[in-house]
């Protein structure tokens, strides 16, 4: 593992260059460009906050702040893993010519993705700071272990799922149904008090939006347990995906 990551490192300009190319094409030709990135969280937000404040009898404001929150931190998991079933796919031609780390694809796509996922997450900052003013920043400190779970956690699972879809293509289609249902199922819409809470403490996606959604929202950091949670689940999914790695690096070219 530890080689893995030295390898990662030694070739990180050559992965900071694939990044910067798909910033260009994702935006290629488009009059706003990233700026789509601002705008979708923000649209989205509008339509939901219309929808569901009068249905849940909540507070406008405190509803959006949360749900801008919530939204940010599911977009960044939903693509980890549907995006991350390609990973492997449409580097075929670069695993082929090249024997770089197979770790470095998957971390392509959760590089770009996060620069993404932070943009949403900054509307979201925006949102909670003109409802509940500057001070409101005092607790964002707490925000950035949970950042970094969440990061390291998607290149797990990213990983694991680009193993995965070169072996059963349709994983990423089962990806798109499940994350679907998942979505309904996690408290993005709605608080956590609501729905099926049994459901909710074991539901990887809401712990780390509590670690990220309670310093912000309600100014307050969440129980110790929760970071204990999400630290052994990131480190378990590490150890699976390096686990993935060293017992299919040397076959999956077969399967391309």
Known sequence: MIEHLRAIWKF???LFALVRLDLR???KRSMIGIGWSLLQPIAMAVVLVFVFTNL???DPKDYTKTLLLGMAVWGFCRESAVTGCQAFIA????IRQSPLPFALYPLRQILGQAIHSSIALGVAIVAVVMVDGPASLEM???VIPALILLVMAGWAIATIFAFTNVYFQDTQHLLEVGTQILFFLTPIIYSSKQGLQWFHRINPVNMFMEM????LAEGDLPPAKVYLYAMLFTVALIAL???VISRCQKRVIFHL
């Open 241 to 243: 995906a390096a686990l």
């Open 140 to 142: 964002l400190w707490a």
């Open 56 to 58: 849940l009898d909540a």
């Open 25 to 27: 094409q994702r935006y």
């Open 91 to 94: 580097h075929e031609s670069y």
């Open 12 to 14: 990180r300009h050559f």
């Open 212 to 215: 990220i959604r309670r310093p």
